[in-house]
């Protein structure tokens, strides 16, 4: 027999009240994030989110089942990184939505937009310590956005609304929404309508026109100006008046960390990285500049490293972030603008006039000359060569996920990159262990595209149970792994900073990483000479499924230049040893 | 199966262990830089949690706050006092701003403005009658309670006037007291919400800090 229509079961005098064949809180939810656009979900089924789990076959979603909750939140940054939409991870209570945490700083701190739903115990047990309760919103509260946790099932719908456009609106960022059991399972006859916050629906600010005339005044008169770029631009999708921009006002462009990849790297102008372990043409370009321009960029320390070595002889500095609070947090720029990095630099293109700054340029290509990227060859592999393999055989539309050490500093130094959007990487929080995951879900969002993990030993290890996830999930993800036997930035920092006392950064006891991956079915390879590097990249891509090649690089292998701690820009120390 | 041994490099220097530490002192936040910030809240559930986690996840530290309704449903008012640290002052309000649930949020310390605070005071008479009364009276307070045992006098002011009126219960044995944080409006400002006019002004004897 046919179920009869809610509307002819529901009470005449009450019309309010639910039926059996309303929809409940579970279902509403599934239906606000299909609404919403979600095609993907990663998650983790546990028992609090088990009535989510029971109605999701019935939606159009496809879900990744993880191997452990932070991997969904690496998942889902990377997801929402490669693909510029809401990333959406799901855990249960308790253990499952605390193992969240650092995946959910790590996008926050990156400005990631990714909504995070949690189950809790029912809202009668909240705060009896029940059984896998946790006070996920306490927990998460320096690592979100915002967070909701919603006690009456009509408001679901609102909610999720507001959480995407929380999430993406201004400066994006992490949203979380905690949903106590049996909100999950309340049957729901009429959701409320969207829910008002002042300040959830504010749209950001135009830049100040104003402030545009003065950027553009003090551009124009300089003599010396440089051009820092950040992940804001990439955000803003404003790459392209960024170059306009540079070419406009002939001046050299740095990138931070995030922000590798929104600048072509072949560019004549291009700089490279600046900061801590910056390229030295880019730092002394900075240190001797009569403008700085920095864009969609936090000027962070390890951007600036020692503040009063930062930009010494700038005359102007113009700071332009989406975010107020970025701007006078580290550096005083004289000219603050808040606003879309986008709308700023196309604001400023439209008040500049073309002028070329040949002996500025001559200049800057001489310290190009002088510092060019420098790298021993002592007979043992070194791991700008093996990347230089793998960038040889990367497709333009390829994506490239670095970890976070001494990996992630020689993948972004020797990026060869010529469009946005295909390094990346976990630059505020460093978070060990992101790449792998990350990568998952930046295959998951582009299927056809193919996607390469670099990474470390001791970095892959701390996530490599995802290696079960790529084979269930068919996210053929080619992993790199540039194993020093060591943790390797840890070790050089004991060496240069902490009286070269090696403590505690032996890995010698990794596993096999090829008996690892065909554990899980997979392609595994080990190479030690830089003649085998580019055959086992190749049988890894031949492969169908995800791989690994396990790289036995020198041991001894640093990142240069760097910045010694506590030191200005313009004291970087390069490879003492190159040849 | 073990990877090549990393050893410690050949001829590393082992200086003392802190020769490579520099004497470096701790820098002082530079001078007395209280903010005095007031707010408008969505009154919803975890809202000060959320203030006060903000305030001590950016370095800032809380000396008073005040919170209570305003005239607007489901909008309260908050009056802090907040140091800021090593950051720079404009941190607070820039911080604080970036709360989804934060309407409007002032920095008034350099603004023309009043402050007003509360205390209960609670004083043991036994055996002591002679003395306390007269400095109850002297406190200028409305008597909320009186028995043979102790008097509980509620007094207000102007934060700095209060305290000194306070100190001056300090030679009594039996005095005890608690104070709100300070409730702070700068009536020259405009009103940044509509129907969210600062409190009431309490008296005449209020007056700016």
Same mark, same amino acid.
């Given at each position: ?77 990377? +997801? ?20 969240? /945490? ?6 926050? +701190? ?64 992490? %949203? ?27 749209? $950001? ?29 990439? /955000? ?138 420098? +790298?021993?060859?002592? =007979? ?18 390829? /994506? ?20 946005? =959007? ?54 053929? %993800? ?21 009286? =070269? ?18 554990? +899980? ?12 590097? =580019? ?8 492969? $169908? ?7 036995? /690089? ?26 | ?53 903000? &305030? ?44 989804? #649930? ?28 002679? &003395?306390? #009364? ?8 409305q008597i909320l309670h009186r028995d043979a045992d102790r008097v509980v006098v509620a007094v207000a002011g ?17 005095? #005890? ?28 004897q209020q007056r700016g800090q």
């Amino acid at each position: 027999m046919a179920a009869l229509p809610a509307a002819a079961l529901r009470e005449a005098d009450d019309p309010t009240r639910a039926v059996a064949t309303d929809p409940c809180g579970a279902e509403l939810l599934l239906q606000a994030l299909v609404d919403h656009g979600v095609t993907t979900i990663f998650g983790f089924p546990g028992g609090a989110n088990l009535p989510i789990y029971q109605f999701l076959p019935n939606f159009p979603l496809r879900h990744v089942l993880v191997r452990h909750e932070q991997g969904a939140a690496h998942m889902a940054d990377g +997801y929402a990184r490669a693909s510029g939409r809401v990333g959406v991870c799901l855990a249960t209570s308790g253990p499952g939505a605390l193992n969240l /945490i650092t995946g959910l700083a790590t996008a926050h +701190y990156d400005s990631v937009p990714v909504v995070a739903i949690t189950g809790q115990v029912a809202t009668h047990q909240i705060g009896t310590d029940a059984f896998q309760e946790s006070d996920v919103i306490g927990s998460s509260l320096s690592v979100t956005k915002h967070s909701y946790q919603i006690h009456d099932a009509r408001e679901l719908p609102a909610v999720v609304a507001e959480a995407f456009h929380v999430a993406t609106t201004g400066r994006p960022g992490v %949203v979380l929404i905690d949903i106590p059991k049996d909100v999950q399972q309340a049957l729901v006859a009429n959701p409320l309508g969207a829910i008002t916050r002042a300040r959830a629906h504010q749209a $950001p600010p135009p830049p100040e026109p104003g402030l545009l005339d003065q950027a553009a005044a003090h551009l124009a008169a300089a003599e010396r100006p440089v051009i820092l770029a950040g992940r804001g631009v990439a /955000i803003a999708q404003a790459e392209d008046a960024l170059r306009q921009l540079a070419e406009a006002l002939d001046a050299p462009v740095g990138t931070t960390l995030l922000g590798t990849g929104v600048f072509p790297s072949t560019h004549p102008l291009a700089l490279g990285l600046v900061g801590f372990m910056g390229t030295g043409a880019c730092n002394r370009a900075v240190t001797d500049c009569d403008c700085l321009l920095m864009v969609g960029m936090r000027a962070d320390d390890r951007v600036t490293c020692r503040i009063d070595g930062f930009a010494p002889r700038a005359q102007h500095m113009v700071h332009v972030n989406i975010d107020p609070a970025e701007l006078g947090k580290t550096v005083q720029a004289d000219c603050q603008i808040v606003g879309d990095a986008g709308l700023a630099l196309d604001a400023l293109l439209a008040r500049l006039a073309p002028r070329p700054r040949p002996a500025w340029r001559a200049q800057v290509q001489g310290w190009r000359e002088r510092h060019p990227p420098r +790298y021993p060859r002592n =007979g043992r592999l070194q791991p700008q060569e093996a990347l230089a393999e793998l960038y040889l055989r990367r497709r333009p539309e390829d /994506i490239t996920v670095a970890d976070v050490g001494l990996n992630q500093m020689w993948a972004a130094t020797s990026w060869t990159g010529d469009a946005p =959007g295909q390094f990346l990487n976990s630059g505020g929080q460093g978070t060990m262990g992101f790449a792998f995951p990350a990568a998952l879900g930046a295959q998951a969002a582009h299927p056809r595209r193919r996607v390469f993990c670099v990474t470390g030993e001791g970095g892959f290890v701390m996530t490599a149970q995802e290696l079960a996830t790529a084979v269930d999930a068919g996210l053929p %993800v080619k992993v790199l792994i540039l194993n020093n036997h060591s943790l390797g930035m840890v070790r050089q920092f004991q060496d240069d900073f902490y009286g =070269g006392v090696r403590s505690q950064v032996d890995l010698a006891a990794t596993p096999d990483f090829t008996l690892f991956a065909k554990a +899980y079915g997979c392609f595994g390879a080990q190479v030690e000479r830089l003649d085998q590097v =580019g055959p086992a990249l190749d049988a890894a891509l031949a492969h $169908p499924g995800p791989a690994i090649v396990d790289v036995w /690089i020198d041991p001894e292998a640093n990142i240069y230049p760097i910045v010694p701690l506590g030191k200005g820009l313009a004291d970087f120390v390069e490879c003492p040893d190159p040849s | 199966m073990p990877g090549p041994v990393v050893t410690l490099a050949e001829g590393a220097a082992h200086e003392a262990p802190h020769a490579h530490l520099a004497p470096r002192p701790i820098p002082e936040p530079t001078g007395r830089r209280v903010r005095v910030v007031s707010m408008r809240l969505e009154d919803r559930s975890g809202v000060m949690q959320r203030v006060t986690n903000c &305030i001590q996840r950016r370095g800032f530290r809380l000396e008073t706050c005040a919170v209570g309704p305003t005239p607007e449903p489901g909008i309260a008012g908050l009056t802090l006092r907040v140091d800021p640290g090593y950051q720079p002052p404009d941190q607070v309000v820039k911080q604080l701003a970036k709360l989804i #649930d934060v309407v409007s949020v002032e920095d008034i310390t350099d603004t023309p403005r009043v402050e007003w605070t509360t205390a209960l005071v609670t004083i043991d008479r036994r055996g002591a009658e002679a &003395i306390v #009364d007269p400095a109850v009276a002297r406190l200028d307070g409305q008597i909320l309670h009186r028995d043979a045992d102790r008097v509980v006098v509620a007094v207000a002011g102007p934060p700095a006037e209060l305290a000194t009126r306070l100190e001056a219960l300090r030679p009594l044995p039996g005095a #005890d007291w608690v104070c709100s944080g300070p409730l702070a409006c700068a009536p020259g400002q405009p009103v940044t919400m509509a129907g969210t006019a600062a409190s009431a002004p309490p008296t005449t004897q209020q007056r700016g800090q």
